[in-house]
């Protein structure tokens, strides 16, 4: 088989996919994260798209190459959601605290909690074992490759004196095990927090950093 790394390139992460390419890799998610890679078949999945089983072979491949095309298109839908939460980082905060806060709770609604999310942990956790490169490529090539730029709208805030912060890695990391912290433990597909459990987390995480990191 082809490395992850090699075939995460495949279609799934560009752009006009067809509607029933997408339909395939939607069931193939909900099987592989039910059920596992080895608990999974193609006629299993091509049964959830409503599609036969030579569809799915023709569209993506066998359960394999499936299995990366559903890692590579949950990553480029969950890495695009953060850039663009990324960007509503506030770089000139009004209520610092307050600002943070909404920050937090934008990044558990879209890129901590939502149901790509939820799935892709779970594929992790499931998969890492088997498929060890996983965990890598997601880093590489998905959301795991963009947390860093956190760390630099963190250290602007220090710059322009709204923190304290010796390292922005460090700051960032430990912000964003502060919001995961107090999220519900069992965090299953279809099982996201609500609003007010999103809202605590958030309000905790941001004033404990702050305490932390806030300007004396």
């Known amino acids: ?51 036969s089983r030579q569809t799915v072979y023709n569209h993506i491949g066998d359960k394999e190459k499936l299995f990366v095309a559903v890692v590579a298109d949950v ?31 934008r990044l558990c609604s879209n890129c901590m909690c939502d149901a790509d999310a939820v799935a892709l942990r779970t594929l ?5 074992p088997r498929y060890p490169e996983l965990f890598e490529t997601w880093k590489q090539y998905g959301p795991g490759s963009n947390w860093p730029a956190i760390a630099g709208r963190f250290a602007k805030l220090a710059h322009q004196g709204y923190l304290e912060i010796e390292d922005p890695d460090l700051a960032a990391r430990q912000f964003m095990a502060l919001v995961n912290a107090d999220l519900p433990a069992t965090r299953e597909p279809g099982q996201e927090p609500n609003a007010a459990e999103i809202r605590k987390a958030a309000s905790n995480a941001v004033r404990t950093f702050l305490r932390a990191f806030g300007k004396r």
Not at 11 to 40: D, H, N
Not at 124 to 128: F, L, N, P, Q, V
């Open 1 to 51: 088989m082809e490395s992850l790394s090699e075939l995460i390139r495949e279609p799934a992460m560009q752009r006009g996919q067809s509607a029933k390419r997408k339909c395939i890799l939607e069931a193939a998610t909900a099987v592989f994260v039910r059920e596992g890679v080895a608990g999974a078949s193609i006629d299993l999945i091509a049964a959830e798209a409503g599609v």
């Open 124 to 128: 992790i956790e499931k998969e890492g």
């Open 75 to 105: 990553s480029a839908r969950s890495s695009y959601r953060l850039i663009q939460t990324i960007g509503t980082f506030p770089d000139h905060p009004v209520n610092l605290e307050e600002d943070l806060i909404e920050f937090a709770m």
